[in-house]
């Protein structure tokens, strides 16, 4: 159940009512190798903010489509798994010509809510350059709004990140 809210606005995460009935949590992470290139640095060689957004995009939809969820499937299905919320701490610069694993894992879905937990990491030490959380909803694309239940095939699937 969702508080109403303008058409053109989604309403905050926790006015989401949650389902108890699925409630799933992922331990192992799911890792992405970046490189930095030119197109993702300030003038000084420093990895933009934007970049950061972009490899965590592509390491979850990556993620997703290692569980057999292709997010152009879910697209044509009329679903979309929009972020509502965003998190980030930046713990060391990633510069020009370095090398990096973006890591992400499912730490929570409750109802239509799935959080998702980040870091990104060098690649050959436990040196932490950012860690995040992102909360995604699934939307009905049609309507734009935030469905009652995760699609079937779409809950099915992100419950084999659980195991």
Known sequence: MVMSHSPSQLPPSQALVKD????????????????????????????WHGAYLAWLEAARVECLHSIGIDFADLVQAGCD???????????????????AIVKTQMREM??????????????DSPEIYLSGRVT???????????????????????IKLTR
């Open 20 to 47: 108890d009935a699925l409630h799933a949590k992922t331990e192992r992470w799911f890792e992405y190798p970046v490189k930095v290139q030119p197109h993702h640095t300030d003038y000084a060689g420093i990895v």
């Open 81 to 99: 798994l929009p972020v509502v919320e965003l998190a980030l701490r930046y713990h060391r610069p990633l510069q020009l010509g370095q090398s």
């Open 110 to 123: 409750t109802g239509v809510r799935i959080d998702w937990d980040y870091e990104i990491q060098a690649l």
């Open 136 to 158: 995604l909803v699934a939307v009905d694309r049609a309507s734009g709004k935030v469905v009652r239940r995760l699609p079937p095939a779409v809950k099915d699937a992100l």
